[in-house]
């Protein structure tokens, strides 16, 4: 382990982070200082959550990376502290991220560690549903997601933010097998298919659990389904 967090109760930066991140792990480290300060003063992360930071958040998150192709735009919807998307451009720099956040002080804090970290990374407030975000974002590779509703009502506002043959990638706690089961149909009915469960792993961290599901169809603007052409990408 290398040196730790400033503060009690802090962890230090697990040996595996290197091979995630690479030369880009100090501008990890730095990202996992804005949660362990800022972000829980501003209540974006539980106290309780402190010393899991590497392996049960940014690791973890990064950990999706597996389920997204070279240069693919991704949008992710609800991203609060920026889990999953802050990680995931750290990993990834090829891919292209925004970040969607409703509550004003959430956007905030995402746009000071953008800026502070000086990462290619759009950060939007509004809420995936709004036709505005679906107007400034939408035609995404992938949607991306953590903890942020039942999967039926995510792949609600994920799909309009997808191109025709993009997926939905949410990452899910132990339950995500049986949301799928129990969510099937209503899935099918907005357009997704292919859905599965992926498990995933980052060098010591937590499993991931990744939902993964792919538009085939999308409803067009006069209420029409168009089918996806080509390759249907990605898994």
């Known amino acids: 382990m290398e040196d730790s967090i400033d503060g009690e109760g802090s962890t230090g930066v697990p040996a595996g982070a290197r091979s995630v991140f690479g030369d880009r ?7 996992v200082q804005f949660l362990a300060t800022a972000g829980l003063e501003r ?37 609060g502290a920026g889990l999953p998307g802050i990680p995931l ?31 290619d990374v759009r ?16 035609g995404a590779d992938v949607v991306t997601s953590r903890a942020v509703a039942p999967l039926a009502k995510l792949a609600g506002w994920s799909a309009p933010l ?3 043959g993009g997926r939905m990638v949410a990452l899910k706690g132990a339950s995500a097998a049986d949301e ?15 859905m599965g469960v992926d498990v995933v792993s980052a060098p010591d ?5 990744l939902v993964i ?3 085939a169809t999308r409803v067009g603007t006069r209420g029409g389904r168009s089918r996806a052409r080509g390759s249907r990408g990605g898994r």
């Open 205 to 209: 961290a937590e499993e991931t659990r």
């Open 25 to 31: 792990l100090v501008l990890a480290e730095k990202y």
């Open 89 to 119: 451009a750290l990993a990834r720099p090829d891919l292209r991220v925004t970040l969607v956040e409703p509550l004003l002080r959430r956007s905030t804090f995402l746009q000071e560690v953008v800026d502070d970290l000086g990462i």
């Open 213 to 215: 599901a792919t538009l």
């Open 43 to 79: 209540g974006l992360m539980g106290p309780r959550e402190r010393p899991r930071l590497w392996n049960r958040h940014v690791l973890n998150s990064a950990a999706a990376a597996a389920a997204l192709a070279d240069g693919e735009t991704v949008v992710d919807i609800g991203s």
């Open 123 to 138: 950060v939007v407030r509004g809420r995936a549903e709004e036709r505005s975000v679906v107007a400034e974002v939408g």
């Open 180 to 194: 799928v089961e129990r969510d099937r149909r209503a899935l099918r009915k907005l357009g997704f298919e292919d």
């Open 162 to 164: 997808l191109r025709s």
